[in-house]
C-alpha cells in the first residue's frame, strides 16, 4: 500500500484541500452575498432546513 499524494497528511494534498477550502468558501460567501430579499426569504424557510425542536432533539435525550 502506497499512500496517495493527495492524502491529508502529505504537504501537496493538505496544501491542495486547503486551497480548495478557501475557495469553496469565497464560492459561498459570493453566493449570498449577492441574493434578492426573495431569494433569502426562501432559504430561511427551505423546508430541509432544522427547526427548533430539531436542536433540542440533538442537545437533549429526545424525551419530549
Given at each position: 500500500?502506497?499512500?496517495?499524494?493527495?492524502?491529508?497528511?502529505?504537504?501537496?494534498?493538505?496544501?491542495?484541500?486547503?486551497?480548495?477550502?478557501?475557495?469553496?468558501?469565497?464560492?459561498?460567501?459570493d453566493l449570498y452575498t449577492?441574493?434578492?430579499?426573495?431569494?433569502?426569504?426562501?432559504?430561511?424557510?427551505?423546508?430541509n432546513r432544522p427547526t427548533?425542536?430539531?436542536?433540542?432533539?440533538?442537545?437533549?435525550?429526545?424525551?419530549?
Amino acid at each position: 500500500f502506497l499512500p496517495s499524494p493527495y492524502s491529508f497528511n502529505s504537504k501537496i494534498g493538505k496544501s491542495l484541500i486547503l486551497s480548495l477550502l478557501a475557495l469553496l468558501f469565497q464560492a459561498l460567501k459570493d453566493l449570498y452575498t449577492h441574493l434578492t430579499p426573495i431569494q433569502r426569504v426562501n432559504i430561511a424557510r427551505h423546508p430541509n432546513r432544522p427547526t427548533f425542536l430539531d436542536h433540542v432533539f440533538n442537545i437533549t435525550e429526545k424525551v419530549f
